[in-house]
C-alpha cells in the first residue's frame, strides 16, 4: 500500500483535498493527513495544500518541527512526487513578495507577486471562478487536461518561475500568469483540483500513479 501525506499545517483548504484525494484513490493507496515528520519522510507521496497569503501559510509551516526538513527528505532525497495547489505550489517557489518579501522553499526558482489587472476596470482581482487553460505541456501529469478546458481558482497572487520551461500551463486574467509548474518530480497547480470536478479528480488520480 503506498501512503500519500496530506501536509496538515493549519490550512484552510484541507478537508477538500483529502475528500478528493480518497474519491480519487483506488484501493492500496492511504491518505495520511499529517504533520508527522516520520511519517512524512517515508511517504511514497507528497501533497501541500494551501490558501491564504504567502507569508503566513510559510510561517505556519515553519512552526511545524521538522516538517520542512521530512518534506526535503522524501521529495529531493528520495524522489517521492510532490503536488502544491495554490499556495502550495506558491510555496515552491524562491520568494513571495506579498506584504513585503518571504523566502520560499525555493524549489523551483521564482517570485511570487499579485496579480495585474492591465488597466482593465473589467478585471477583479482576486481571480476567482472557472477559467480556460492555454499552453498545457505535454506531461504525464496533465495528460487529462487541454488548452480550452475550465478549472476552478481562487487567488490574488501568481507564481512566475524564473525558468519559462518550469512551466506546465497557463491561463489569462488580466495578464497571462502560470496555471501549472512542473519540474522533475515536483509538481504544483495555481487551481483547485478539489473544487474543478472531473478534469481535477483526473488530475490527483493521474499524480497518485505519476512515477517521474
Not at 484552510?12 to 493527513?33: D, F, H, P
Amino acid at each position: 500500500m503506498q501512503t500519500v501525506a496530506l501536509i496538515d499545517y493549519g490550512s484552510g483548504n484541507l478537508r477538500s483535498a483529502e475528500k478528493a484525494l480518497v474519491r480519487a484513490a483506488g484501493q492500496g493507496t492511504r491518505i495520511a493527513v499529517t504533520d508527522d515528520p516520520d511519517l512524512i519522510a517515508v511517504a511514497d507521496r507528497i501533497v501541500l495544500p494551501g490558501v491564504g497569503a504567502f507569508a503566513a501559510c510559510m510561517a505556519a509551516l515553519e512552526a511545524r518541527a521538522g516538517v520542512i526538513e521530512a518534506m526535503t527528505e522524501a521529495v529531493q532525497g528520495k524522489g517521492a512526487p510532490f503536488l502544491g495547489i495554490c499556495v502550495g505550489m506558491q510555496l515552491l517557489a524562491t520568494r513571495g513578495l506579498e506584504f513585503g518579501e518571504t523566502a520560499g522553499l525555493d524549489w523551483i526558482a521564482g517570485d511570487v507577486r499579485r496579480l495585474e489587472d492591465g488597466g482593465d476596470p473589467a478585471i477583479k482581482i482576486p481571480h476567482m471562478g472557472w477559467n480556460s487553460l492555454t499552453g498545457v505541456r505535454d506531461h504525464l501529469l496533465l495528460g487529462g487536461l487541454q488548452a480550452g478546458q475550465t478549472v476552478y481558482f481562487t487567488h490574488s497572487f501568481a507564481f512566475f518561475p524564473r525558468d519559462e520551461a518550469d512551466v506546465a500551463a497557463y491561463v489569462e486574467h488580466g495578464e497571462r500568469f502560470p496555471a501549472a509548474v512542473a519540474r522533475g518530480n515536483v509538481a504544483g497547480v495555481q487551481f483547485h483540483p478539489e473544487k474543478s470536478q472531473g478534469p481535477g479528480l483526473d488530475l490527483l488520480a493521474r499524480f497518485l500513479e505519476w512515477r517521474p
